[in-house]
């Protein structure tokens, strides 16, 4: 069975640009999170989506935004970016939104590079 | 202050050694706790899940201390295998319904033979 993928692996901006980063969840699983981690720090949580709505919300400016599509699939769009957005983001799906059916199964990541 | 917070490491180790990881949290509402591995330029993995009573499996053996709000890995007879970061992760059930999973920066550890 297919794992969650994630497109693209590895990607080079400039300042300013836009960015869309698209994630695929296990077949089954209905929650998808993203978490931008930089080099040398744990994951930090940016957004859930569960059933296609907003399950929480990390502390991210409003320059990073999310959805889930009905086939449970998510894109995170982050605008005007900054140096300082230059880190591997990752999906992370399960079969739940909450408890201890809430293991989360990660993507290799999309590694972002601003320059 | 972080609401996890790990050792800094990094863990140095020759083979067969133990090794512990201590982790903190400071949300005194957080209901599930895990311990995940992360391999250099990798996603981080599941290891195993941190129950009240303490778990062991294999090797590893994990405790958790609600009074203390600390959670520990212990990692016996090390491999080489076990070079790794390892992340301690504190869920809280929020009020949509939804839990949010909080990661430590990690703790490496290398294993030399």
């Known amino acids: 069975d297919a794992g969650v993928t994630q497109s693209p692996t590895h990607l080079i901006k400039t300042r300013g640009q836009h960015v869309t980063l698209r994630c695929s969840p296990i077949?089954?699983?209905?929650?998808v999170s993203w978490y931008q981690q930089v080099l040398g720090q744990g994951p930090q949580f940016i957004f859930q989506?569960?059933?296609?709505?907003?399950?929480g919300r990390g502390n991210f400016p409003d320059r990073f935004s999310a959805r889930q599509f009905p086939n449970y699939s998510s894109e995170l769009n982050v605008n005007a970016l900054l140096l300082g957005d230059s880190a591997l983001y990752l999906c992370?799906?399960?079969?739940?939104?909450?408890?201890?059916?809430?293991?989360?199964?990660f993507g290799e990541g999309s590694r972002l590079t601003v320059l | 202050r972080k609401e996890v917070e790990q050792d800094p490491g990094p863990f140095n180790v020759p083979e067969g050694a133990t090794v512990a990881f201590n982790c903190t949290y400071s949300?005194?509402?957080?209901?599930?706790f895990f311990w995940y591995r992360q391999d250099c330029r990798k996603e981080p993995k599941l290891l195993m899940s941190v129950y009240s009573s303490g778990n062991e499996d294999g090797r590893f053996t994990a405790q958790l201390n609600r009074a203390s709000q600390y959670i520990s890995l212990l990692i016996r007879d090390s491999k080489l295998s076990d070079s790794a970061t390892y992340l301690c992760?504190?869920?809280?059930?929020?009020?949509?319904?939804?839990?949010?999973?909080?990661f430590g920066d990690g703790t490496t550890l290398t294993v030399k033979p």
């Open positions: 949300n005194s509402a957080s209901q599930s």
């Open positions: 077949s089954g699983h209905k929650s």
């Open positions: 992370a799906s399960s079969l739940e939104a909450g408890g201890w059916t809430g293991e989360l199964f």
């Open positions: 989506y569960y059933e296609k709505e907003e399950r």
């Open positions: 992760v504190v869920r809280t059930e929020g009020n949509t319904n939804a839990g949010k999973s909080t």
